[in-house]
């Protein structure tokens, strides 16, 4: 199966004001659902083992806040109007 090419997408972020901001959250197990389940890959671990989020390129899918909740996002919402993701197919 073909993955979707994700750099055809036109993302407008307003980085003053993001749609997600991640609670401080400690529990390994809860980060590492994120790391694994985004689908755009924005949630990594750095060398130190924190958690790095990008909220460039984010598909405002809602899998993050689905499968953690509020142990670690302490905010989650659709971006203001002209910002967050526009697909383009092709």
């Known amino acids: ?6 750099s ?3 993302y407008q972020v ?4 993001p ?3 991640l609670a401080d959250a400690q529990d390994r197990l809860m980060l590492m659902r994120l790391v694994i389940a985004c689908p755009a890959g924005l949630y990594q671990f750095q060398p130190d083992g924190s958690l790095h989020f990008d ?3 984010c598909l405002e899918c809602g899998t993050c806040r689905l499968l ?3 142990a670690v996002i302490a905010r989650w919402r ?4 002209g910002q967050g993701i526009e697909f ?3």
């Open 78 to 81: 659709y971006p203001d109007a």
């Open 55 to 57: 909220v460039h390129g």
């Open 8 to 10: 055809h997408n036109h």
């Open 19 to 21: 749609h997600i901001i």
């Open 88 to 90: 383009r197919f092709g």
């Open 1 to 6: 199966m073909n993955k979707p090419d994700l």
């Open 68 to 70: 953690c909740g509020e």
């Open 14 to 17: 307003d980085t003053a004001n």
